[in-house]
C-alpha cells in the first residue's frame, strides 16, 4: 500500500469493437472485446509504466465484469477500491469503424446509459486508506453523468483534500453516456474549478472554454497546468506558466481508443519521477510532454486501449530511435 502513487476514479467496461469498417450497427457482422474505460486505462497504462497505481469502479457480478478485475490484478493494478453491483451488468460499449479510420461510440447494445453498474459506485465504500497512500487523484468526467458517480467523485475530491493529493482530469467527453447532455458543461466546469492538473483535446477546449489556449483556460481555472492534445497535430501546454507545444510522433495508426488515456498515464509517469518541481524547468517540462506523446503514440499502433499500451522499456525504445533518425 505503501508503494501506491496514483489514484484512478470511474468507469471499467468493455469496448466492443466492430471489425468491419462502417457507419452503421447493422453492417456490423462481428465485434471483438477489449477492456477499457478512461481511468481505468490509465491505471493499467501507469503500472505498465513502472508507476504503482489503484483503480475505484464498480462493476457486476457478472463474469465480463470479474474478467476485467482479473486484467487489472493480473497487470498489478490495486484492486481495492472495485465494488461490486448486485444488479447492474458491466458495462459494454459499442464503438464503430469508420472508413476514414476513426472511431464513433454508437451505443450499449440496446440498454440504457444508467443501466449499468459504473454508474452506481457508493461514495460512503471508497477506501480512504487508498487515499492516505497515493500522491496524485486521476479523474474522468464521465461519471458525472451518474448521481451515484456525482456523490463518489464528490466525496474523492473531499479525500483528495484531506490527504493533499494533487487532482488531475481528463475531459474525455462522450455524450452518449448521458441521459441528459445539457448539465454536462456545468458540471464539468464547476469540477475544473476544484482540480490542479487538466488534459483536453482542441475540441473539448473549444467546447468548455471558448478557447484552446492553455494559458487562457490555466488562468480561468486557476489551474497549475493545462494539456490540449490535437491527435497528429501534438499538444501545447501551460505547466507552472511555462508554455510551448510538443509535436505529434508519426506511426502507422491501427486504433486511436485509449491513446488520451496513455498521454495522462505518460505525464504523470514521468512527472513523479521527476518530481513536481520539475514543472519550473522548460526543458524538463518539453520532456515530459514528449514521453507522454510517445506513450500515446505506441498505443495507437496497436488494436484496443489497455491490450495496447506499451511498456516503458518500448517507450525508451521507441524515444531513442526517434532522437536517432
Known amino acids: 500500500m505503501e508503494s501506491l502513487r496514483v489514484l484512478c476514479l470511474g468507469e471499467i467496461l468493455w469496448d466492443c469493437l466492430a471489425d468491419q469498417p462502417t457507419t452503421s450497427i447493422a453492417q456490423v457482422q462481428s465485434w471483438t472485446h477489449y477492456p477499457g474505460g478512461a481511468p481505468a486505462n490509465v491505471a493499467c497504462a501507469l503500472v505498465k509504466l513502472g508507476t504503482p497505481a489503484g483503480f475505484i469502479g464498480c462493476v457486476g457480478t457478472d463474469e465480463r465484469g470479474q474478467m476485467l478485475v482479473e486484467i487489472l490484478q493480473t497487470l498489478g493494478v490495486n484492486t481495492v477500491g472495485i465494488q461490486h453491483h448486485p444488479l447492474a451488468p458491466t458495462r459494454q460499449v459499442e464503438v464503430l469503424r469508420l472508413p476514414q479510420g476513426e472511431q464513433q461510440f454508437a451505443g450499449f447494445r440496446g440498454r440504457r446509459t444508467t443501466d449499468f453498474a459504473d454508474t452506481h459506485l457508493q461514495a460512503d465504500l471508497l477506501p480512504v486508506e487508498l487515499f492516505a497512500a497515493a500522491e496524485f487523484l486521476v479523474l ?105 507545444s510538443v509535436p505529434a510522433f508519426s506511426v502507422e495508426v491501427e486504433d ?48 484496443g486501449a489497455i491490450t495496447a499500451q506499451p511498456t516503458a522499456a518500448e517507450v525508451e525504445a521507441f524515444l531513442y530511435l526517434q532522437n536517432h533518425l
Do not use: M
Open 140 to 244: 474522468g468526467t464521465i461519471a458525472l453523468a451518474g448521481f451515484d458517480t456525482q456523490q463518489a467523485i464528490e466525496r474523492a475530491l473531499e479525500l483528495a483534500e484531506q490527504n493533499y493529493l494533487k487532482i488531475l482530469v481528463d475531459v474525455n467527453w462522450r455524450s452518449t453516456f448521458w441521459p441528459d447532455p445539457n448539465p454536462a458543461k456545468p458540471l464539468i466546469q464547476q469540477l475544473v474549478k476544484q482540480i490542479d492538473f487538466l488534459k483536453l483535446s482542441e475540441a473539448e477546449a473549444h467546447w468548455l472554454f471558448d478557447t484552446a489556449d492553455p494559458a487562457v483556460i490555466a488562468q480561468t481555472g486557476d489551474l497549475e497546468g493545462v494539456l490540449v492534445t490535437a491527435g497528429a497535430q501534438g499538444c501545447t501546454y501551460c505547466l507552472n506558466d511555462h508554455q510551448g
Open 256 to 303: 486511436t481508443i485509449g491513446a488520451g488515456d496513455s498521454f495522462v498515464a505518460g505525464f504523470l509517469h514521468q512527472l513523479i519521477r521527476q518530481g513536481i518541481t520539475s514543472l519550473n524547468d522548460p526543458q524538463k517540462i518539453c520532456a515530459i510532454v514528449s514521453y507522454a506523446n510517445a506513450v500515446a503514440a505506441l498505443t495507437t499502433t496497436r488494436a
